[in-house]
């Protein structure tokens, strides 16, 4: 099953934060987050592998909550250059090397 | 530089006809991966391979089939082309972590196909 991302959209002005959320109805081994710009192919952002785990990349940061089955990317003092479509990618014990994507999360930012 | 290529940026076919995409990784990664992405669904994993002559099936195989002969070449094959097949495909690779996960995905450009 796909995991559901929330919002589907999301309009900030320069500096404004976000937070962009992933679910699953499954148990996660990890949590993947990839950025895509339009026009290119997805980037990878993050792994977070550990229930609680936190990363950081810049202002971009992510945390896994093992027991909700969900994970958060937070961008905080968006820049033009966050823009794009976000995806969250899962991997399942017993399914490992296997992604999941999201339906991902169109994210603009205006001057 | 990883660099994973395609070997079309834009492709059009005609229904019924048999098309090759072909994806080359330079990074001896044992994992490849294709995807397929259309508006509002995502990436859809069609087919993915762990090893050469290894394939698995992803979660929309149907009407598709892949071909691993050498390490770094994934080929997807649609045998009949269908509009229904009209969409970005996007291969992918990956090493292979510690604990037996993967690494992060590195993407090619992708291939737009339309069937008409």
């Known amino acids: 099953q796909q995991p559901v991302q929330s919002p589907q959209a999301v309009i900030l002005r320069e500096g404004e934060d976000a937070v962009i959320n992933c679910s699953s109805s499954?148990?996660?081994?990890?949590v993947h987050w990839y950025r895509q710009k339009h026009g290119e192919a997805p980037v990878f952002l993050m792994i977070?592998?550990?229930?609680?785990e936190q990363k950081g990349h810049d202002k971009i940061s992510a945390s896994f909550n093992e027991k909700k089955q969900q994970s958060s990317l937070y961008l905080t003092a968006s820049q033009l250059s966050y823009s794009g479509t976000y995806f969250c990618?899962?991997?399942?014990?017993?399914?490992?090397?296997?992604?999941?994507f999201g339906t991902g999360t169109l994210l603009a930012v205006q001057p | 530089d990883v660099k994973v290529t395609q070997s079309s940026r834009y492709l059009v076919k005609r229904t019924g006809e048999k098309v090759f995409l072909e994806c080359v990784q330079d990074?001896?990664?044992?994992?490849m991966f294709w995807y397929r992405q259309d508006p509002g669904l995502g990436l859809r994993l069609i087919y993915f391979?762990?090893?050469?002559?290894?394939?698995e099936k992803g979660d929309i195989p149907e009407g598709y089939s892949v071909s691993r002969e050498k390490k770094e070449r994934f080929s997807l094959i649609l045998e009949s082309a269908s509009t229904n097949q009209t969409s970005m495909y996007l291969c992918?690779?990956?090493?292979?972590?510690?604990?037996?996960?993967?690494?992060?995905?590195?993407f090619g450009p992708g291939t737009r196909l339309t069937v008409t």
């Open positions: 992918a690779s990956s090493g292979t972590g510690l604990a037996g996960g993967p690494y992060e995905q590195y």
């Open positions: 990618g899962t991997e399942y014990r017993g399914a490992t090397n296997k992604l999941i």
């Open positions: 990074m001896d990664h044992e994992n």
């Open positions: 977070l592998l550990k229930g609680g």
């Open positions: 391979s762990y090893d050469v002559k290894m394939k």
């Open positions: 499954k148990a996660l081994y990890s």
